[in-house]
């Protein structure tokens, strides 16, 4: 039986004035029971009781007159205590603020190129990319909003005292807030509405502002981690020191080139879910192509933060040797490899993907047959980077290696090895790329053979320096091993901007042998981009973790100690579980903005009405 | 009859799969809670026997010596030197400090005098993070006293660092 639609509007009134009955009838009837004196009904005299209960709000209103005022240190949060509370919700701001600071990047790269090449597919891809934004821009500012009602809330003391140091930097922050949210919405409203030069320009407002923002937030929580510009008791000295303190630059500059790393490939899943859905091929290939794009950016920015990881982890143990050590050799030295299954699941990933992607065009075999040897480099070196130094083994395993590392394979759980095997894997990704740019091109150039030579010299050289120096590293003192990777990652940086140096004009103006058929990729790989974007996902939500739990017991390390129920660090167990918890959060509301941006490509209501009846 | 499964289904599987992945692989490394260290109770009277066996306990906690310093490591690489018989050794590193002295310099003023082919790196001890107080110091330096020597500071030791002179011979004070 069908129901109408007045049928169902009578049963909610029924059921709403019902609800209202049965609630006035209970409150009648539980005034009835309460206990009166017979003699109450007529004049009430004072009884006794009545006489008690007075004496007893008189007592509670005096002693609540005199009760002195005590600032809380602490409050709880109930369930999850207020660690995971403000950890998730923390992790949750962070993770929108980076989608929001890094499309606009990309988006106006994209618009860019649009402009200059006057393709006009370009700026439809960028104008998508940037119809994210918009819903992602008020989930980060909620979740800002909700985590500084938390710290409020839950850490008051500790929050007081962050304001009263960072207290100077409020009022640019919130101006620029405002700022972002005009050049955010004139940007995303204004598509088309404006001259190219006037959009550009608002776009580039847009990421100014945007960076802007980034750069005072992290200066709050820098400070937390390396404190600055305060006296041994924690009196504010000078803000701006505060401000720039030891790892606030190379925090900026990662969280940066983390960021566009993450945005494009949270882009791509979009994309890829988009090609899932798709009907036709036009929709599939524009939605590959997007994929594309998106794995693109991601893959090009991660492939420097490693450096810049180094960078940040170089001023951690330049500020503290005992925070480098906590970091590194300490309680969260097995984190790190747990990151490393990470790493080599997106450089395996992303590889794989590439050459899935070379089935896009016909004159792909001559570069395939390389594809097995480059996967048997990323596969050797994902094991060297995720053997660890010391391995969790029993009384008769740890007789049987006579120590706690493996005789033969601990060897590969000590830095020059990782150093080695992490550049190596760079350093084939990268190959992967030029590979997959060159996938139906011929150069036409009279010095294409000596362009060749000298980029497979480039490369020779610089995979010979890595696994020099890593060998090296085994023979030398501590001191002159840590300098080592310094030439190492030099050595990968010089290759990648050389070779790319000479790649473009070696292709300038090449001839296609075979055209790039979009959208002709198997539908496996559109569930890579997904992978990809979950790991980098997780990733970020664990090095998050790293970042603030590397202060142990100290809310601002070395300055104000944590002496809440929560302040000894969790098991890795424990804190792989959180990150989880948040990363499940955040796909399900990124689905949702998905869902959102979906909704403006889809018919009007009426007009579906309308073809029905037709 | 091919069963289909729904695009959001697949999307979901394949999201919590790879969460569930990661969360194994953390389950799979060492679990082990990190505490804040406990404040050492040190009572007036306390034997320098005892001052030995407290300051071996705030080696290995409070004050994270055991972070990088190792004793009894026989091959490299080391992070930082190995404190095997270095009682032994403290009494020459520099002229005219004994000991007592030079361990108290190593933790008040640790980039001072750096042991050749090292880093510099070791923190203030008397100062946050580690902050550990002069009586807790004092106990460490009874403790390094008995790897290679004989223990004989007491909680009277004076040094340069706690009101005493930098004197060049050790002091045995009661």
């Known amino acids: 039986m069908k129901l109408s639609k007045l049928q169902i509007a009578a049963g909610l009134v029924l059921a709403i004035v019902g609800l209202a009955a049965a609630l006035r009838a209970t409150t009648y009837f539980v005034s009835k029971l309460e206990y009166k004196a017979p003699e109450r009904a007529a004049a009430p005299p004072a009884t006794p009781r009545d006489q008690g209960v007075r004496d007893e709000h008189e007592a509670q209103a005096k002693k609540d007159a005199a009760k002195p005022y005590a600032e809380a240190e602490y409050r709880a949060f109930p369930a999850v205590g207020s660690r995971v509370a403000v950890w998730v919700v923390a992790q949750l701001h962070l993770l929108f603020a980076a989608f929001v600071l890094a499309v606009p990047i990309f988006a106006l790269i994209i618009e860019f190129i649009g402009y200059r090449t006057g393709d006009k597919r370009y700026d439809h891809l960028a104008y998508e990319f940037t119809k994210l934004l918009s819903v992602s821009f008020s989930l980060t500012a909620t979740f800002g909003a909700f985590l500084t009602f938390l710290l409020i809330a839950l850490y008051p003391k500790f929050t007081n005292y962050l304001m009263s140091v960072f207290s100077p930097t409020f009022l640019p922050y919130v101006l620029l807030f405002f700022l972002e949210a005009f050049f955010l919405y004139t940007y995303y409203y204004g598509w088309g509405k404006f001259s190219p030069r006037v959009h550009l320009l608002l776009g580039l407002g847009l990421n100014l502002v945007g960076t802007a923002i980034m750069l005072i937030a992290n200066a709050w929580l820098t400070f937390m981690m390396s404190p600055r510009g305060v006296s041994e008791a924690g009196a504010v000295i000078s803000v701006m020191d505060a401000v720039t303190n030891f790892t606030w630059m190379p925090i900026n500059v990662h969280r940066v080139i983390a960021n566009v790393a993450f945005g494009g490939s949270v882009a791509g899943a979009y994309a890829a879910v988009k090609f899932l859905q798709a009907k036709t091929d036009e929709e599939r290939a524009h939605y590959d192509w997007m994929g594309y794009i998106g794995n693109f950016v991601a893959i090009s920015a991660f492939l420097p933060l490693p450096f810049a990881g180094y960078w940040l982890a170089k001023e951690i143990y330049a500020f503290s040797q005992t925070l480098g050590l906590t970091m590194m050799g300490g309680a969260f030295s097995w984190l790190f490899i747990i990151q490393a299954v990470l790493i080599g699941n997106l450089f395996l990933a992303a590889n794989y993907y590439l050459w899935l992607g070379m089935g896009r065009v016909e004159g792909a075999r001559e570069f395939q047959r390389w594809i097995k040897y480059l996967l048997v480099v990323v596969a050797l070196c994902f094991m060297v980077w995720a053997t660890p130094r010391s391995i969790i083994a029993t009384v008769s395993e740890v007789r049987a290696m006579g120590g706690g590392a493996h005789p033969a394979l601990g060897f590969l759980g000590v830095m020059s090895a990782k150093n080695t095997a992490v550049n190596i894997l760079i350093l084939t990704t990268f190959m992967s790329f030029l590979l997959y740019r060159r996938t139906g091109k011929t150069a036409v150039v009279p010095w294409k053979k000596t362009g060749n030579t000298a980029q497979l010299a480039i490369f020779g050289f610089a995979a010979a320096t890595v696994i020099g120096l890593g060998i090296l590293g085994y023979f030398v003192e501590a001191r002159v091993r840590i300098g080592l990777s310094v030439p190492q990652v030099g050595s990968v940086l010089f290759a990648m901007v050389a070779i790319t140096a000479i790649d473009v004009p070696l292709y300038r103006g090449a001839t296609m042998s075979h055209e790039v058929r979009w959208g002709r990729i198997p539908p496996i790989s559109q569930y890579v981009l997904i992978f990809i974007a979950v790991t980098f996902t997780w990733l970020m939500g664990l090095m998050g973790y790293v970042r603030s739990g590397l202060r142990q017991h100290w809310h601002v390390y070395g300055v104000i100690r944590d002496t809440s129920v929560d302040a000894f660090t969790p098991t890795l167990g424990f804190a792989t579980k959180v990150v989880s918890v948040t990363v499940l959060i955040f796909f399900g509301l990124i689905g949702f903005v998905f869902w959102l941006s979906s909704l403006h490509d889809q018919k009007d209501w009426a007009d579906k009405q309308k073809e029905k009846g037709a | ?174």
Do not use: W
């Open chain 2, 1 to 174: 009859m091919k069963l289909r499964v729904p695009l959001l289904a697949k999307l979901g599987l394949l999201i919590v799969a790879t969460t569930g992945f990661y969360t194994y692989v953390g389950q799979m490394v060492p679990q082990k809670e990190v505490y804040p260290p406990q404040e050492t109770v040190i009572k007036a009277d306390v034997t320098t026997a005892d001052m030995v066996k407290i300051g071996q306990e705030i080696f290995t906690g409070k004050g994270l010596c055991s972070t990088c310093h190792t004793i009894g490591k026989k091959t490299g690489p080391y992070r930082y030197p190995d404190l095997e018989g270095v009682d032994a050794r403290a009494g020459t590193r520099e002229p005219g400090l004994n000991d007592v002295e030079y361990f108290a310099k190593s933790m008040h003023e640790p980039d001072a005098f750096i042991v050749p082919g090292f880093n510099p790196g070791m923190p203030t001890i008397n100062k946050p993070p580690i902050g550990l107080n002069e009586q807790e110091i004092l106990c460490v330096i009874a403790y390094l006293q008995s790897l290679g020597g004989t223990p004989n500071v007491t909680l009277a030791t004076k040094h340069k660092y706690n009101g005493g002179d930098a004197a060049p011979v050790a002091q045995a004070t009661p």
